[in-house]
């Protein structure tokens, strides 16, 4: 039998100022409060993985991010931008028997974090298995702070951590997202 060469695993990430600590995550896949929250809705889906490439069945995802404007609803977000009370920035949701899971969420914006210096937009993901916990987060290609970013541009493979979204005909967009740990 011929060895199989592992995958790579996913870089991970900082957690970041902005973990909603002090919010309960809503269980389910629906960011949006039944596509109640503005902004572009994104489909997002993936696989969690082995570095062999097996599933992780019942990994627990967390999921939190910045709203359409660029604001997180968390007490140390102090930006202007507006918070949007229909936008649960903060999820959990489980992968399935082939490791895989699904969001509906909204596209999120970019933030300054000091006087000429953002964030790109992304979503911040931690996955924990039966054996490991990995926090890292998803950019999107094209975004104009990705090139500047300390935090994406620390890992050589910035671009396993990057989507480009595809349009859907309602006006959403989808994208896959697959994650690589090290074992179940």
Do not use: C
Not at 45 to 58: F, Q
Not at 117 to 129: C, K, Y
């Amino acid at each position: 039998m011929a060895d199989v060469e592992a995958l790579p695993r996913t870089p991970p990430q900082i957690l970041g100022p902005f973990y909603p600590f002090m919010h309960t995550p809503i269980d389910g896949g629906d960011l949006t409060n039944g596509g109640k929250a503005a902004g572009t809705v994104l489909h997002l889906s993936g696989r969690i993985l082995t570095d062999d490439g097996a599933p992780i069945v019942n990994a627990r995802i967390e999921i939190w991010q910045a709203n359409t404007h660029g604001r997180y609803a968390h007490p140390n977000d102090t930006t202007t931008q507006p918070l949007d009370p229909a936008f649960h920035g903060f999820a959990v949701v489980h992968t399935d028997a082939q490791g895989g899971y699904a969001v509906k969420t909204i596209r999120p914006r970019a933030y300054q974090v000091s006087p000429g210096r953002w964030r790109p937009a992304h979503i911040h993901f931690q996955v924990d298995s039966s054996s490991e916990r990995l926090v890292t987060q998803m950019y999107f290609e094209g975004d104009e702070y990705n090139a500047t970013d300390a935090w994406r541009n620390s890992t050589v493979r910035a671009g396993a951590l990057t989507v480009d979204p595809t349009p859907r005909a309602d006006g959403s967009q989808e994208a896959t997202f697959d994650i690589v740990m090290m074992r179940a």
